[in-house]
Protein backbone atom coordinates (compact mmCIF):
# COMPACT_ATOMS: atom_id res chain seq x y z
CA UNK A 1 0.00 0.00 0.00
CA UNK A 2 1.41 3.13 -0.67
CA UNK A 3 1.45 5.87 1.84
CA UNK A 4 0.90 9.50 0.10
CA UNK A 5 1.01 13.51 1.70
CA UNK A 6 0.19 16.16 0.14
CA UNK A 7 2.63 18.91 -0.52
CA UNK A 8 2.43 22.14 -0.73
CA UNK A 9 5.47 24.21 -2.63
CA UNK A 10 4.41 27.99 -1.23
CA UNK A 11 7.30 28.29 1.06
CA UNK A 12 9.70 30.46 -1.04
CA UNK A 13 8.78 34.08 -2.71
CA UNK A 14 7.65 34.50 -6.10
CA UNK A 15 7.51 37.57 -8.22
CA UNK A 16 3.01 37.03 -7.89
CA UNK A 17 3.08 37.16 -4.31
CA UNK A 18 4.98 40.30 -4.05
CA UNK A 19 2.91 41.90 -6.10
CA UNK A 20 -0.29 40.58 -4.27
CA UNK A 21 0.67 40.25 -0.94
CA UNK A 22 3.68 42.31 -0.21
CA UNK A 23 7.90 41.28 -0.75
CA UNK A 24 9.08 38.13 0.50
CA UNK A 25 5.51 37.21 0.92
CA UNK A 26 5.47 33.19 1.71
CA UNK A 27 2.65 30.67 3.55
CA UNK A 28 4.98 31.68 6.66
CA UNK A 29 4.05 35.29 6.75
CA UNK A 30 0.18 34.39 7.92
CA UNK A 31 1.10 31.54 9.89
CA UNK A 32 3.04 33.74 12.36
CA UNK A 33 0.88 35.98 12.38
CA UNK A 34 -2.15 33.74 13.33
CA UNK A 35 -3.87 35.01 16.42
CA UNK A 36 -5.84 33.59 19.17
CA UNK A 37 -9.45 34.20 18.24
CA UNK A 38 -11.73 32.58 21.16
CA UNK A 39 -10.41 30.73 24.30
CA UNK A 40 -8.59 27.80 24.03
CA UNK A 41 -7.89 28.47 20.14
CA UNK A 42 -3.95 27.17 19.75
CA UNK A 43 -2.62 29.91 17.85
CA UNK A 44 -0.14 30.16 15.92
CA UNK A 45 0.87 26.62 14.66
CA UNK A 46 4.85 26.69 14.76
CA UNK A 47 7.35 24.37 13.56
CA UNK A 48 9.95 23.07 15.85
CA UNK A 49 12.51 20.59 13.65
CA UNK A 50 12.92 22.16 10.11
CA UNK A 51 12.16 25.51 11.12
CA UNK A 52 10.79 28.32 8.58
CA UNK A 53 12.22 27.33 5.67
CA UNK A 54 12.59 28.00 2.29
CA UNK A 55 12.21 25.25 -0.41
CA UNK A 56 14.58 26.87 -2.51
CA UNK A 57 17.15 25.18 -0.42
CA UNK A 58 18.40 21.23 -1.51
CA UNK A 59 19.17 20.57 1.87
CA UNK A 60 15.57 21.07 3.23
CA UNK A 61 13.84 19.17 0.82
CA UNK A 62 16.68 16.01 1.41
CA UNK A 63 15.36 16.62 5.03
CA UNK A 64 11.96 16.87 5.08
CA UNK A 65 11.99 13.44 2.95
CA UNK A 66 13.87 11.17 5.06
CA UNK A 67 12.07 12.44 7.83
CA UNK A 68 8.94 11.40 5.39
CA UNK A 69 10.30 8.57 4.64
CA UNK A 70 11.11 6.96 7.84
CA UNK A 71 8.01 7.57 9.61
CA UNK A 72 6.10 5.29 6.71
CA UNK A 73 5.31 8.06 3.98
CA UNK A 74 6.06 6.14 0.50
CA UNK A 75 5.98 9.58 -1.66
CA UNK A 76 4.96 13.13 -1.65
CA UNK A 77 2.02 14.38 -4.37
CA UNK A 78 3.15 17.43 -5.21
CA UNK A 79 0.93 20.19 -6.08
CA UNK A 80 1.63 21.57 -9.40
CA UNK A 81 -0.45 25.30 -10.58
CA UNK A 82 -0.90 25.39 -14.26
CA UNK A 83 -3.38 27.94 -15.54
CA UNK A 84 -4.26 28.21 -19.56
CA UNK A 85 -0.49 27.95 -19.85
CA UNK A 86 0.63 30.03 -16.56
CA UNK A 87 2.78 28.00 -13.97
CA UNK A 88 3.16 29.29 -10.39
CA UNK A 89 5.03 27.79 -7.47
CA UNK A 90 6.82 25.72 -9.70
CA UNK A 91 10.52 25.88 -8.75
CA UNK A 92 10.97 23.34 -6.45
CA UNK A 93 9.08 20.49 -7.59
CA UNK A 94 11.64 21.71 -11.14
CA UNK A 95 14.75 21.64 -8.94
CA UNK A 96 13.33 18.09 -7.20
CA UNK A 97 13.47 16.76 -11.07
CA UNK A 98 16.41 18.52 -12.71
CA UNK A 99 18.81 17.35 -9.76
CA UNK A 100 17.56 13.93 -9.04
CA UNK A 101 17.33 14.36 -4.98
CA UNK A 102 15.61 14.02 -2.75
CA UNK A 103 15.16 9.96 -3.53
CA UNK A 104 11.56 9.63 -2.22
CA UNK A 105 8.47 9.01 -5.00
CA UNK A 106 6.22 11.73 -6.27
CA UNK A 107 3.43 12.38 -8.42
CA UNK A 108 1.43 15.35 -8.82
CA UNK A 109 -1.60 16.72 -8.42
CA UNK A 110 -3.15 19.47 -10.55
CA UNK A 111 -5.12 22.28 -8.38
CA UNK A 112 -7.42 23.62 -11.35
CA UNK A 113 -8.23 26.62 -9.83
CA UNK A 114 -8.43 29.97 -9.88
CA UNK A 115 -6.37 31.82 -7.68
CA UNK A 116 -8.72 34.46 -5.72
CA UNK A 117 -8.03 36.67 -2.68
CA UNK A 118 -9.39 34.20 -0.15
CA UNK A 119 -6.62 35.67 2.43
CA UNK A 120 -6.88 39.12 4.49
CA UNK A 121 -10.18 41.57 4.98
CA UNK A 122 -13.51 40.52 4.17
CA UNK A 123 -13.52 43.53 2.00
CA UNK A 124 -10.46 42.29 0.34
CA UNK A 125 -11.93 38.47 -0.40
CA UNK A 126 -13.31 37.31 -3.99
CA UNK A 127 -10.60 39.36 -6.08
CA UNK A 128 -9.78 37.49 -8.62
CA UNK A 129 -5.84 37.38 -9.30
CA UNK A 130 -5.29 34.74 -11.95
CA UNK A 131 -8.33 32.95 -13.16
CA UNK A 132 -8.15 28.90 -14.14
CA UNK A 133 -8.95 28.95 -17.69
CA UNK A 134 -9.10 25.94 -19.90
CA UNK A 135 -8.25 27.27 -23.75
CA UNK A 136 -8.88 23.49 -25.31
CA UNK A 137 -6.92 20.61 -26.54
CA UNK A 138 -4.07 22.74 -27.62
CA UNK A 139 -3.44 23.18 -23.74
CA UNK A 140 -3.73 20.09 -23.10
CA UNK A 141 -1.18 19.22 -25.35
CA UNK A 142 1.22 22.33 -24.18
CA UNK A 143 0.57 21.12 -20.48
CA UNK A 144 1.39 17.05 -21.22
CA UNK A 145 4.82 17.97 -23.23
CA UNK A 146 5.34 20.35 -19.37
CA UNK A 147 5.23 16.89 -17.90
CA UNK A 148 6.44 14.33 -19.84
CA UNK A 149 10.02 14.59 -17.89
CA UNK A 150 8.38 13.94 -14.69
CA UNK A 151 6.24 10.89 -16.05
CA UNK A 152 9.41 9.68 -17.07
CA UNK A 153 11.46 10.16 -14.19
CA UNK A 154 12.24 6.58 -12.40
CA UNK A 155 11.20 8.10 -8.99
CA UNK A 156 7.69 8.75 -10.67
CA UNK A 157 4.75 6.91 -9.18
CA UNK A 158 3.36 4.40 -11.17
CA UNK A 159 0.41 2.12 -10.94
CA UNK A 160 0.40 -0.89 -13.19
CA UNK A 161 3.05 0.78 -15.01
CA UNK A 162 1.26 3.92 -15.98
CA UNK A 163 2.25 7.46 -14.45
CA UNK A 164 -0.26 8.77 -11.54
CA UNK A 165 -2.28 12.31 -11.89
CA UNK A 166 -4.27 13.49 -9.96
CA UNK A 167 -7.04 16.15 -10.27
CA UNK A 168 -8.23 18.62 -7.41
CA UNK A 169 -11.48 19.44 -9.12
CA UNK A 170 -12.72 17.55 -12.03
CA UNK A 171 -15.77 18.66 -12.10
CA UNK A 172 -14.72 22.21 -12.75
CA UNK A 173 -13.45 20.79 -16.10
CA UNK A 174 -15.58 21.74 -19.26
CA UNK A 175 -15.98 18.29 -20.50
CA UNK A 176 -14.07 15.41 -17.66
CA UNK A 177 -14.31 12.76 -20.34
CA UNK A 178 -12.99 14.59 -22.88
CA UNK A 179 -10.02 15.60 -21.06
CA UNK A 180 -9.82 12.14 -19.44
CA UNK A 181 -9.58 10.91 -23.41
CA UNK A 182 -7.62 13.20 -24.13
CA UNK A 183 -4.95 12.60 -21.48
CA UNK A 184 -4.68 8.91 -22.29
CA UNK A 185 -4.33 9.52 -26.06
CA UNK A 186 -1.50 11.84 -25.06
CA UNK A 187 0.52 9.56 -22.80
CA UNK A 188 0.50 6.37 -24.80
CA UNK A 189 4.25 6.49 -24.35
CA UNK A 190 3.78 5.74 -20.99
CA UNK A 191 1.07 2.99 -22.11
CA UNK A 192 -1.86 5.65 -20.54
CA UNK A 193 -1.95 7.37 -17.15
CA UNK A 194 -3.39 6.65 -14.13
CA UNK A 195 -5.90 9.46 -13.29
CA UNK A 196 -7.04 9.91 -10.08
CA UNK A 197 -10.01 12.34 -9.45
CA UNK A 198 -10.12 13.98 -6.35
CA UNK A 199 -13.73 14.64 -4.44
CA UNK A 200 -13.40 17.49 -2.01
CA UNK A 201 -16.31 19.06 -4.35
CA UNK A 202 -19.30 17.15 -3.27
CA UNK A 203 -21.50 18.31 -6.67
CA UNK A 204 -19.25 16.11 -8.81
CA UNK A 205 -19.54 12.10 -8.52
CA UNK A 206 -19.27 10.91 -11.48
CA UNK A 207 -15.74 9.87 -12.18
CA UNK A 208 -16.39 6.28 -13.23
CA UNK A 209 -18.28 7.02 -15.92
CA UNK A 210 -15.98 10.09 -17.09
CA UNK A 211 -13.11 7.63 -17.34
CA UNK A 212 -10.62 8.40 -13.77
CA UNK A 213 -9.16 5.34 -12.64
CA UNK A 214 -9.98 5.67 -8.84
CA UNK A 215 -11.31 8.58 -6.79
CA UNK A 216 -9.41 10.27 -3.75
CA UNK A 217 -11.90 10.88 -1.00
CA UNK A 218 -12.31 11.93 2.26
CA UNK A 219 -13.92 14.33 4.65
CA UNK A 220 -12.52 16.33 7.83
CA UNK A 221 -12.90 14.69 11.09
CA UNK A 222 -16.03 16.67 12.43
CA UNK A 223 -18.14 15.75 14.85
CA UNK A 224 -21.43 16.82 13.21
CA UNK A 225 -23.36 15.46 15.98
CA UNK A 226 -22.69 17.96 18.96
CA UNK A 227 -25.47 20.22 19.69
CA UNK A 228 -22.80 23.41 20.71
CA UNK A 229 -21.78 23.43 17.28
CA UNK A 230 -24.90 23.12 15.52
CA UNK A 231 -26.30 26.21 17.90
CA UNK A 232 -23.04 28.09 17.60
CA UNK A 233 -23.40 27.88 13.44
CA UNK A 234 -26.80 29.18 13.72
CA UNK A 235 -25.83 32.10 16.10
CA UNK A 236 -22.91 33.05 13.54
CA UNK A 237 -25.34 32.81 10.50
CA UNK A 238 -27.87 35.13 12.61
CA UNK A 239 -25.10 37.83 13.16
CA UNK A 240 -25.48 37.27 16.80
CA UNK A 241 -22.03 35.24 17.42
CA UNK A 242 -19.05 36.47 15.41
CA UNK A 243 -16.03 34.76 14.86
CA UNK A 244 -14.31 31.20 13.17
CA UNK A 245 -16.54 28.41 12.47
CA UNK A 246 -15.72 26.02 15.14
CA UNK A 247 -16.14 21.62 15.49
CA UNK A 248 -15.15 19.59 18.01
CA UNK A 249 -12.83 16.67 16.65
CA UNK A 250 -14.69 12.99 15.58
CA UNK A 251 -13.28 9.95 16.69
CA UNK A 252 -12.56 7.58 13.83
CA UNK A 253 -12.81 7.95 10.06
CA UNK A 254 -15.25 10.25 9.20
CA UNK A 255 -15.09 9.66 5.25
CA UNK A 256 -16.18 6.52 4.29
CA UNK A 257 -17.90 7.04 1.25
CA UNK A 258 -21.43 6.18 -0.12
CA UNK A 259 -21.88 2.79 -1.64
CA UNK A 260 -23.42 4.55 -4.62
CA UNK A 261 -19.83 5.98 -5.35
CA UNK A 262 -18.52 3.13 -6.81
CA UNK A 263 -15.11 2.43 -8.37
CA UNK A 264 -11.38 2.60 -6.75
CA UNK A 265 -11.20 4.26 -3.71
CA UNK A 266 -8.45 6.24 -2.04
CA UNK A 267 -9.31 7.26 1.02
CA UNK A 268 -7.98 10.69 2.50
CA UNK A 269 -7.06 11.42 6.00
CA UNK A 270 -6.81 14.88 7.78
CA UNK A 271 -5.19 15.00 10.62
CA UNK A 272 -5.83 18.90 11.99
CA UNK A 273 -7.44 21.72 10.53
CA UNK A 274 -7.34 25.48 11.47
CA UNK A 275 -7.46 27.93 8.45
CA UNK A 276 -7.64 30.96 10.49
CA UNK A 277 -4.27 32.06 9.65
CA UNK A 278 -5.58 32.44 5.86
CA UNK A 279 -8.86 33.64 6.91
CA UNK A 280 -9.08 34.68 10.47
CA UNK A 281 -12.36 35.13 11.91
CA UNK A 282 -14.34 33.37 8.61
CA UNK A 283 -12.06 30.73 9.20
CA UNK A 284 -12.74 27.17 10.05
CA UNK A 285 -11.26 25.47 13.16
CA UNK A 286 -11.76 21.68 14.60
CA UNK A 287 -11.25 22.27 17.74
CA UNK A 288 -9.23 19.11 20.55
CA UNK A 289 -7.09 18.17 17.48
CA UNK A 290 -4.32 15.42 18.80
CA UNK A 291 -1.80 12.89 17.45
CA UNK A 292 -4.27 10.39 19.15
CA UNK A 293 -7.13 11.58 17.84
CA UNK A 294 -5.41 11.38 14.65
CA UNK A 295 -4.38 8.06 15.19
CA UNK A 296 -8.02 7.26 15.66
CA UNK A 297 -8.83 7.68 12.34
CA UNK A 298 -6.27 5.40 10.52
CA UNK A 299 -7.53 2.21 11.08
CA UNK A 300 -10.89 2.84 9.16
CA UNK A 301 -9.23 4.45 6.44
CA UNK A 302 -6.13 2.05 6.30
CA UNK A 303 -9.44 -0.70 5.63
CA UNK A 304 -11.10 1.38 3.23
CA UNK A 305 -8.03 1.49 1.47
CA UNK A 306 -7.75 -2.51 1.63
CA UNK A 307 -10.49 -2.78 -0.64
CA UNK A 308 -8.87 -1.25 -3.65
CA UNK A 309 -7.60 -3.92 -5.91
CA UNK A 310 -3.93 -5.40 -5.23
CA UNK A 311 -1.42 -2.43 -6.64
CA UNK A 312 -3.69 0.25 -6.32
CA UNK A 313 -3.82 0.81 -2.71
CA UNK A 314 -3.08 4.07 -1.51
CA UNK A 315 -3.71 5.46 1.59
CA UNK A 316 -3.42 9.81 1.98
CA UNK A 317 -2.72 12.02 4.24
CA UNK A 318 -3.68 16.05 3.79
CA UNK A 319 -1.40 17.37 4.42
CA UNK A 320 2.67 16.75 4.75
CA UNK A 321 3.08 20.97 5.20
CA UNK A 322 -0.19 23.05 4.89
CA UNK A 323 0.86 25.39 7.94
CA UNK A 324 -1.82 28.00 6.69
CA UNK A 325 -4.85 25.62 6.72
CA UNK A 326 -3.40 23.80 10.11
CA UNK A 327 -3.11 20.22 8.42
CA UNK A 328 0.55 19.03 8.20
CA UNK A 329 2.35 16.25 10.06
CA UNK A 330 5.74 18.16 9.94
CA UNK A 331 6.68 18.08 13.56
CA UNK A 332 5.77 21.48 15.56
CA UNK A 333 5.99 23.05 18.72
CA UNK A 334 2.75 21.71 20.43
CA UNK A 335 3.18 18.00 19.87
CA UNK A 336 6.85 17.82 18.30
CA UNK A 337 7.22 14.41 16.37
CA UNK A 338 3.38 13.40 17.60
CA UNK A 339 1.63 13.70 14.36
CA UNK A 340 4.33 11.56 12.42
CA UNK A 341 4.87 8.99 15.16
CA UNK A 342 0.64 8.49 15.59
CA UNK A 343 1.43 7.58 11.66
CA UNK A 344 3.84 5.27 11.78
CA UNK A 345 2.79 3.51 14.85
CA UNK A 346 -0.84 2.89 13.13
CA UNK A 347 1.13 1.41 9.46
CA UNK A 348 3.28 -0.50 12.09
CA UNK A 349 0.01 -1.93 14.43
CA UNK A 350 -1.46 -2.65 10.77
CA UNK A 351 1.59 -4.78 9.28
CA UNK A 352 2.53 -1.57 6.26
CA UNK A 353 5.94 -1.08 7.60
Not at 7 to 23: K, S
Not at 149 to 154: L, N
Amino acid sequence: MEVLAYYLPQYHPIAENDEWWEPGFTEWTKVTAAEQLFRGHVQPHLPRDLGFYDLRVPELRAAQADLARANGITGFIYWHYWLGGRRLLERPFAEVLASGEPDLPFCLAWANHSWERRWGTKSERGQMLLEQTYPGPEDDQAHYNLLRTAFADPRYLRIGGKPVFYVFSPGELPDPAAFVERWQTLAQEFGGLYLVAMLVRSDYANHVADGFDAAAYGRLPIDEHAFFPRARRLLQRRGILRGPERHPYAEGFPGVPPATLGGTIMPVVTPNWDNTPRRGRDGLVITGATPERFASQLPGAIDLARQAPDGEQALIIRSWNEWGEGNYLEPDQEFGHGWLNALRQSLDDAGLR
